[in-house]
């Protein structure tokens, strides 16, 4: 079956712009995460979403948000670009929200200039 | 807060050299450990898994145990091939799930012939 599908691969923005990424589950799983990844701060957790709802949050400013779908689809936005933004995003998803195994995609690639 | 510690890259082995990885960790309570590998330009793949001390997780040769003593997770392979070649990463999760992770730094592995 399909994995995690992350759209945009690759995006590039200029600083103060907003970007919005997407993030498709293997299909029927309902608990999305996601990640930013940076050579300086390594993997960091942004939030997770379980049934459309926000379960976990990170230590990110408010500029990151999130939202997930009916079908479990998930998006999450970064708004005022800092170039500091400038990372590989990972987007996990796993069969229910207590599963101890996560899938991740490809990752999207933002560039802030 | 939860932190995880691996060893510093990057590590140089020729094939079929013992492998080593060290992963200490500090959290409360009784985290689930993860180590997750990423090859390049490819997202993570869980690797192999512990939930609770003295369990041995174990992958396509790697292995790594549960020790709630030394709050430790190393992980070994006896046997390295040059498809071995890439980050891996230690992981921990307090919430007894995959879908927030805490991330040690990575450790780069280059296998030679």
């Known amino acids: 079956k399909a994995g995690v599908t992350q759209t945009p691969r690759y995006l590039i923005k200029t600083r103060g712009q907003q970007v919005t990424l997407s993030c498709s589950p293997i299909?029927?799983?309902?608990?999305v995460s996601w990640y930013q990844q940076t050579p300086g701060q390594g993997l960091q957790f942004l939030f997770e979403?379980?049934?459309?709802?926000?379960?976990n949050k990170g230590n990110f400013p408010g500029r990151f948000s999130g939202r997930q779908f009916s079908n479990s689809r998930s998006e999450m936005n970064v708004s005022t670009l800092e170039l500091g933004d400038s990372a590989l995003y990972l987007c996990?998803?796993?069969?229910?929200?207590?599963?101890?195994?996560?899938?991740f995609g490809q990752g999207t690639r933002l560039t802030v200039v | 807060g939860n932190s995880v510690t691996q060893m510093e890259g990057p590590v140089t082995l020729s094939e079929e050299a013992f492998l080593t990885i060290n992963c200490t960790y500090t959290?409360?309570?009784?985290?689930?450990l993860f180590w997750y590998v990423q090859y390049p330009g490819e997202g993570l793949q869980l690797l192999l898994k512990?939930?609770?001390?003295?369990d041995k997780g174990s992958n396509k040769g790697f292995e790594a145990t549960y020790r709630k003593e030394t709050t430790s997770f190393h992980l070994e392979k006896g046997s390295v091939q040059v498809s071995d070649s890439a980050v891996y990463f230690c992981?921990?999760?307090?919430?007894?799930?995959?879908?927030?992770?805490?991330f040690g730094t990575g450790t780069r592995l280059q296998v030679t012939l």
């Open positions: 996990a998803s796993s069969l229910i929200a207590s599963n101890t195994e996560a899938f």
């Open positions: 299909s029927g799983h309902r608990s």
């Open positions: 979403y379980f049934s459309e709802t926000q379960r």
């Open positions: 959290a409360t309570g009784y985290p689930s």
């Open positions: 512990a939930t609770k001390a003295d």
């Open positions: 992981a921990l999760s307090d919430t007894g799930t995959a879908s927030k992770l805490t």
